[in-house]
């Protein structure tokens, strides 16, 4: 009977150090778990304080003195001679001495207009690329006159293609 009894006790002590064992394991892994679900809480539910930006306010671009021009009615460089353009623009200058330069200078304004546009054909008026040209290119002539004032912006108010 002795025998038995050791062995009844052997066969306990493994039985207690498994059954302690995995208690200590699910310990760490509930600890793991648990910091783990604290990090990730931490880190990615609660809201994030952002700096707050400086944006700088935009200052709105000032607008110069506006001279409308008078409609311009031109034939295309068409050889069929059927096509015209009509336009009408507005130029933007800085200052109003560059205001009264400009009316001083507006029949020599109106001959460049009237020169570039009937060189120009229909397929050239037509697009979009075609217009921005015509607009770059009177700014640079019409700068080329009225220096040292500027014509800042040219404006189509009415462009007409027939």
Request: hydrophobic share 40%; aromatic share 8%.
């Amino acid at each position: 009977m002795a025998d038995e009894e050791k062995q009844a006790e052997e066969n306990e002590e493994p039985k207690k150090s498994k059954k302690m064992l995995f208690i200590i394991i699910g310990v760490v892994v509930l600890m793991v778990v648990a910091g783990g679900g604290f990090f990730a809480y931490t880190k990615f539910m609660t809201p994030q304080v952002e700096e707050e930006k400086v944006i700088p306010e935009e200052v709105p671009e000032a607008v110069g003195e506006m001279f409308p021009m008078k409609p311009f009615v031109v034939n295309l460089a068409d050889p069929k001679g059927k096509r015209y353009l009509k336009i009408k623009m507005s130029l933007e200058v800085e200052t109003p001495e560059a205001l009264e330069k400009i009316t001083r200078l507006e029949p020599k304004l109106q001959d460049i207009v009237i020169m570039m546009l009937t060189s120009l054909s229909f397929e050239e008026v037509m697009t979009p690329e075609g217009k921005l040209r015509i607009r770059d290119e009177l700014q640079e002539r019409f700068n080329q006159v009225t220096r040292p004032n500027k014509v800042l912006h040219i404006y189509f108010t009415e462009f007409v293609v027939q």
